[in-house]
């Protein structure tokens, strides 16, 4: 079973920047493609982004230019780097892990393993 673990999550003004981290157990994470989603009060979980295990990466449309995803193996984690946070990225942000393979990186049910989530509010 891996264990995927989210951190960096808090209170930030309209504008500002977070950086949030997801660590995983897996040895062989660097054989893992990583997702971030999230999920505000009332709404379905979204897709933010997403990198392959090889290193590939893509975005929804609403974050793109503001959101960067990026990865470390020799840490066993991944980042999702937020600039220029708006209200409406309010939200349960989730990580999520799977063994490499085809299919979509950009749906929750073809993800494995998730995390607990971790809060991010932006302020107006």
């Known amino acids: 079973q891996v264990q995927v673990v989210e951190s960096g999550g808090g209170l930030v003004q309209a504008g500002g920047s977070l950086r949030l981290s997801c660590a995983a157990s897996?040895?062989?994470?660097?054989?893992?493609?990583m997702g971030w989603f999230r999920q505000a009060p009332g709404k379905e979980r979204e897709f933010v982004a997403a990198?392959?295990?090889?290193?590939?990466?893509h975005y929804a449309d609403s974050v793109v230019g503001r959101f960067t995803i990026s990865r470390d193996n020799a840490k066993n984690t991944v980042y999702l780097q937020m600039n220029s946070l708006k209200p409406e990225d309010t939200g349960v942000y989730y990580c999520?892990?799977?063994?490499?393979?085809?299919?979509?990186?950009?749906?929750?049910?073809?993800?494995?393993?998730w995390g607990q989530g971790t809060q991010v509010t932006v302020s107006s």
């Open positions: 999520a892990a799977r063994p490499r393979r085809s299919g979509s990186r950009a749906v929750s049910y073809e993800y494995d393993y």
């Open positions: 990198i392959s295990w090889s290193g590939y990466t």
């Open positions: 897996e040895r062989t994470f660097s054989s893992y493609d």
